[in-house]
Nanobody, 115 residues
Framework: QVQLVESGGGLVQPGGSLSLSCAAS????????MGWYRQAPGNQREMVAV???????TYADSVKGRFTISRDNAKNTVYLQMNSLKPEDTAVYYC?????????WGQGTQVTVSS
């Protein structure tokens, strides 16, 4: 069992920046992929950014060039730096991790981009 604890998020004006972090509890199994999804009201959950344990990153087209994912494998922590935020980035952001072929989710953190 892996528990994910997210921090960060909040309210920011368009063009601003926010940083999210997600720490995974210790696990018997090594954590493979970690990343972020988001879900806006009325929309399906969508992938934002993911990073494999080997450092391969994938981004949604809508955030390329604005968001940066990184991770500290020693701390089982994944980060999401969000720059040039837009109102359409408003959503609940969920951290996830894959360990021993099981998928785990964080509780979600609200990001609101509004003037």
């Amino acid at each position: 069992q892996v528990q994910l604890v997210e921090s960060g998020g909040g309210l920011v004006q368009p063009g601003g920046s926010l940083s999210l972090s997600c720490a995974a509890s210790e696990s018997r199994f090594s954590i493979n992929t970690m990343g972020w999804y988001r879900q806006a009201p009325g929309n399906q959950r969508e992938m934002v950014a993911v990073e494999s344990i080997s450092g391969i990153t994938t981004y949604a087209d809508s955030v390329k060039g604005r968001f940066t994912i990184s991770r500290d494998n020693a701390k089982n922590t994944v980060y999401l730096q969000m720059n040039s935020l837009k109102p359409e980035d408003t959503a609940v952001y969920y951290c996830y991790a894959v360990a021993a072929y099981e998928l785990y989710w964080g509780q979600g953190t609200q990001v609101t981009v509004s003037s």
